[in-house]
């Protein structure tokens, strides 16, 4: 069956035992059941289940400074130790496989080529807070991931590890594939709630959040598909073994997703705190820029973090470094582009891809983001008018921190970040109605 | 009913998937959408009455989510990934090459209605840009020669 042909660095981590994400992901038959056992698939989730407790499982997810994967960042076992302890309802888990943030296809290729890693972290999470029923919310796009995914879970019922009774505890897991609509909104967990509801995928005011109250009201977890394929590792190794792997305070490795003007785009797993530079132009990874031209800048993490100039390359790639540089680490998708290639361009394929996903539900937002695509795409077409770059920059100041959820600030950040950087291109293309560099790229 | 016994069957056993109904609704719309290649409202009819929540719960889902045509569209919905890393290798020089190929503009459907042509955000295929999905396949690092491939392929099969 069809998968991606995209890139890894799958060899290296077959002889790196410190990567573990990518170690199978060339090989054909991992997908399938028999293989992944036969490659210590499952160990982890009939340790977990046989021989510790919950509260076990979530205290060494914590220790090993696991962080989320999906762009937010935020501390894994934490997250998990927010589910109430005495609430009555039932507790879910929740798999977010709505991978949208342009620039990330890094969640795709552990589904398409090793699906049970996923099923297993999930199943582990799930038992960690007390979960019978699990959902893994895949965007409708991704159809070869949701067969890939529904195969997977048919082996691991026949082969006992969901279902009932599962190792002989009396643990039952039972687990549903879901699709969604391709919506990039549904990536934020509380739209994903209300769309795993069957509802439009908008976003909820928090408090409550969803550890107290998710899906149908009950507890619910949401975790990133890297995140939860990273736990039966730790739960494996341990989370001492876990934390000697990145730097002090970003542990564990990442899934970097490069793309644009680099010689070999594709997804490398390495260690956190792994030079950027080195990403971008090692010949093991992405091998220098296209036609050997001048970098001009890089998005490092995604479409949502601001943008890094030529001249701050030299960034490790973890999260507090990224932080200092005045971007973040986001979904760890690399996007690098040369010299010729126009900011104004750049801004305004952004800001009509925000303002195509915004939900709609608050008005920040929903107007900010057409208005911002009005003036930029003017700017674009050669029709900019004196002072519309301060015009901009209020419009983005009154959408930062007024919206519900993040896709606001998300829409604005990179925008901000672009004029700060390239403040005289921009105002180049409105004086002179023209980009200021050339930016006309033909495919091959 | 628009929808066949096996869109039918496969959305009863959804429904017995969830604890509340209504979740059923948008894996009921893609399994509606891969059979009948869009959706409209005697589709909504169906799946409500499958369901057992009322049609307009599944027109305001449906109408949020631009993933579903909402009109019929030729028989293979050719989208093109127009995001930031598809355009920096090239994606709007592969869409004007596909407009000129199948003499149409984007957003309109070839008039022996084979194929439509429309341009969609980020399909999470960055490292492998310029891409396409084509119904449910995706075609990735395109290039002129797979592009003209791949017509003649489907215009052979067709």
């Known amino acids: 069956m069809f998968y991606s042909p995209v ?37 982890a989730w009939k340790k977990a289940l046989t021989s510790m407790q919950p509260a076990q499982i979530v205290e060494e997810v914590k220790k090993s400074g696991l962080r989320g994967r999906g762009g937010a960042g935020f501390p894994t076992g934490m997250k998990w130790s927010f589910i109430p302890k005495d609430s009555p309802k039932p507790r879910y888990l929740i798999c977010n496989a709505d991978e949208s943030e342009p620039g990330t296809c890094k969640d795709r290729v552990l589904m398409e080529r090793d699906p049970h890693a996923v099923i ?39 082969h006992k590890h969901l279902g009932k009774n599962i190792y002989g505890t009396g643990y039952d897991l039972d687990m549903v594939v879901h699709s969604g609509g391709g919506a990039y909104i549904c990536g934020e967990e509380t739209a994903l709630l209300n769309s795993l509801e069957g509802e439009r995928g908008m976003s909820r005011i ?19 598909v890297e995140t939860l394929a990273s736990v039966p590792h730790i739960i494996n190794r341990g989370a001492d073994w876990y934390r000697t792997l990145g730097t002090e305070k970003s542990s564990g490795t990442k899934i970097f997703s490069l793309s644009g003007h680099v010689k070999r785009p594709g997804n490398y797993e390495v260690e956190l705190g792994f030079n950027l530079k080195k990403l ?81 539900k608050c008005t920040p937002c ?20 004196p002072g519309d770059i301060e015009l901009i920059e209020d419009v983005c100041g009154n959408i930062l921190g007024r919206t519900i959820c993040p896709l606001g600030d998300a829409a604005v950040m990179p925008i901000q970040s672009a004029i700060k950087h390239w403040r005289d291109e921009w105002q180049f293309h409105i004086d002179n109605k023209k980009c200021m560099v050339k930016t006309n790229f033909e495919f091959r | ?5 096996e869109a039918i069957a496969k959305i009863k056993e959804r429904v017995g998937l969830y604890p509340q109904s209504k979740s059923a609704i948008l894996p009921a719309l893609t399994i509606a959408y ?15 009455d499958i369901i057992k929540v009322p049609c307009v719960e599944i027109a305001e889902a449906a109408t949020f989510y631009t993933m579903f045509p909402k009109e019929p569209v030729g028989k293979y919905l050719i989208q093109v990934c127009h995001n930031i890393s598809c355009a920096l290798l090239g994606a709007d020089s592969l869409i004007s090459y596909l407009e000129q190929k ?57």
Request: hydrophobic share 40%; proline share 3%; net charge negative.
């Open chain 2, 102 to 158: 199948l003499e149409i503009k984007k957003g309109e459907t070839t008039r022996d209605n084979l194929f439509t042509l429309v341009t969609v955000e980020c399909l999470g295929s960055c490292a492998t840009a310029p891409m396409m999905q084509i119904n449910q396949d995706y075609y990735e690092n395109l290039t002129r020669e797979k592009v003209d491939k791949i017509i003649e392929e489907l215009r052979a099969k067709a």
């Open chain 1, 206 to 224: 928090r408090p409550p959040f969803p550890a107290i109250e998710g899906l149908y009201a009950c507890p619910t977890i949401v975790n990133n």
């Open chain 1, 280 to 360: 971008i132009y090692d010949p093991a990874y992405g091998g220098g820029i296209l036609g050997d031209k001048k970098i001009k800048g890089v998005i490092p993490g995604g479409s949502s973090t601001p943008f890094l100039k030529a001249d701050m390359l030299d960034v490790n790639l973890d999260y507090e470094s990224l932080a200092q540089a005045g971007s973040m680490l986001g979904s760890g998708a690399v996007i690098v582009f040369h010299e010729d290639t126009c900011i104004v361009w750049v801004i305004l394929k952004l800001i009509h891809f925000y303002r195509h996903e915004s939900c709609g």
């Open chain 1, 366 to 385: 929903r107007e900010g983001t057409g208005w911002l695509e009005q003036i930029i795409g003017r700017i674009e077409a050669g029709g900019g008018k």
């Open chain 1, 120 to 158: 297993e972290g999930m199943a582990i999470a799930a038992y960690a807070i007390g979960c019978h029923r699990m959902f893994i919310y895949i965007r409708g796009e991704f159809n070869h991931s949701i067969i890939r995914l529904e195969t997977a879970v048919k082996e691991a019922y026949a």
């Open chain 2, 34 to 48: 891969h059979q009948v290649g869009y959706l409209n409202d005697k589709v909504y009819k169906d799946i409500a």
């Open chain 2, 1 to 5: 009913m628009i929808l066949n016994d």
């Open chain 1, 7 to 43: 890139i890894t660095n799958a060899a290296e981590a077959v002889k790196n035992e410190k990567l573990h994400l990518f170690r199978f992901v060339e090989d054909s038959e991992q997908v399938k059941i028999g293989t992944y056992e036969a490659h210590g698939g499952y160990q």
